[in-house]
């Protein structure tokens, strides 16, 4: 099965940009869509087909991706940024939908 | 968007069936055309994928829960529902129901999630 790589955890003062990697094989021929789950909470779409914003996302919040590596950049974080972020694939509808291990954000 | 709930007996004894319904309000969504899915997260880790069906019944279910998965569609009672078989304490978590996004395959309007506990 496809295996999503994140780092565990990614630390940014307020005001900076956060950048959160998900690492897959050929990652680029797939789509990748990004979650926000806040303690408690279900998960948000923030990203979705790799780089668009659904309704209601602010423009801080983008996305790319080439090669072995798609990113989540949030530019300007704020306190509200602090959460877990998911990455997620799913290519045809007989492929398992996959999920990569998550990566804390914490705003110092 | 459409607002999803879960509901389902919070605790079960190893080798119970647990049953969840998701109930949608803001929309009829009998016989519409969205994919639902049922996910779960066990307590420190991130989400698990149950299973996907569509409206007329068709379902993709994750390979190592697929002998245990028993999913149904929506119904006019704008719900849907997933039963898990022979549970054990390792079905502990958080269940989540959610809707596919429009032609994408990503997920949006979940359901706020249902705490079910396997223990003895």
């Known amino acids: 099965s496809y295996v999503l790589t994140q780092p565990p955890s990614v630390s940014v003062a307020p005001g900076q940009t956060a950048i959160i990697t998900c690492g897959g094989t050929?990652?680029?021929?797939?789509?990748v869509h990004w979650y926000q789950q806040k303690p408690g909470q279900a998960p948000v779409l923030v990203v979705f087909?790799?780089?668009d914003r659904p309704s209601g996302i602010p423009e801080r919040f983008s996305g790319s991706n080439s090669g072995d590596t798609a990113t989540l950049t949030i530019t300007r974080v704020e306190a509200g940024d602090e959460a877990d972020y998911y990455c997620?694939?799913?290519?045809?509808?007989?492929?398992?939908?996959?999920f990569g291990e998550g990566t804390k954000l914490t705003i110092l | 968007q459409l607002q999803l709930q879960e509901s389902g007996p919070g605790l079960l004894k190893p080798s119970e069936t647990l049953s969840l319904t998701c109930t949608v309000s803001?929309?009829?969504?009998?016989?519409?055309?969205?994919?639902w899915g049922w996910f779960r997260q066990p307590p420190g880790k991130g989400p698990e994928w149950i299973g996907t069906?569509?409206?007329?019944?068709?379902?993709y279910f994750n390979p190592s829960l697929k002998s245990r998965i028993i999913m149904s569609p929506p119904t006019s009672m704008n719900q849907f529902s997933l039963k898990l078989t022979s549970v054990t304490a390792a079905d502990t978590a958080v269940y989540y129901c959610?809707?596919?996004?429009?032609?994408?395959?990503?997920?949006?309007?979940w359901g706020r999630g249902a705490q079910v506990t396997v223990s003895s």
């Open positions: 997620q694939v799913w290519e045809r509808d007989s492929d398992p939908v996959t």
């Open positions: 069906i569509y409206y007329t019944g068709s379902a």
């Open positions: 959610a809707r596919r996004c429009s032609s994408r395959k990503c997920f949006t309007d």
């Open positions: 050929k990652i680029d021929t797939k789509h």
């Open positions: 803001g929309g009829f969504i009998y016989r519409s055309t969205y994919y």
């Open positions: 087909d790799d780089r």
